[in-house]
């Protein structure tokens, strides 16, 4: 759900609460038609990730103060931030580019590889292990591509 930021003190107070969660403050007007085609996307992803992400938006004929901080021009204008630090800004009603926004910027940890039966080193005999380990393959591959370039 997105929030409407009212003033200077609202959306620092929001900021403030937002902790480790992405950021994503949206300058818009309501005359703007972009504004308003991209609003229900951005609607629909602050939703999606609410857990991880805070949608502020900013009128900028409300909010003039906060729209001149922020060195808006053009609406819409997205800022995403996390700890406080922008990290990205882009102006347009994009909706796939926001899209890939709030995708690479939510981020999170990569999700884990399992193997199922992984093997120690303790678990191989010496013989085994060099085998293993063996670079001739690729060493004699190297050889090759120098043979073909000379």
Same mark, same amino acid.
């Given at each position: ?59 900028? /004929? +409300?909010? #003039? $103060?906060?729209? =001149? *901080? ?5 609406? !819409? ?44 080193? /303790? +678990?191989? #005999? $010496?013989?085994? =292990? *060099? ?5 001739? !393959? ?13």
């Amino acid at each position: 759900m997105t929030y409407s930021v009212q003033s200077k003190e609202d959306m620092e107070k929001q900021i403030n609460e937002a902790g480790e969660k992405l950021i994503v403050i949206d300058f818009y007007a309501s005359w703007c038609g972009p504004c308003k085609i991209i609003s229900p996307k951005l609607e629909e992803l602050s939703v999606q990730y609410s857990d991880k992400a805070l949608v502020l938006k900013v009128n900028v /004929d +409300d909010c #003039e $103060e906060i729209a =001149l *901080e922020y060195n808006v021009t053009s609406m !819409p204008t997205f800022v995403f931030m996390k700890n406080r630090q922008i990290i990205d800004i882009f102006v347009g009603g994009n909706p796939e580019k926001l899209v890939k926004n709030m995708e690479k910027y939510v981020g999170g940890e990569p999700l884990p590889v399992y193997v199922d039966n992984p093997i120690e080193s /303790d +678990d191989l #005999e $010496e013989e085994q =292990l *060099e085998t293993a380990l063996d670079t001739a !393959p690729i060493e004699a591959a190297v050889e090759d591509q120098q043979q073909v370039i000379n």
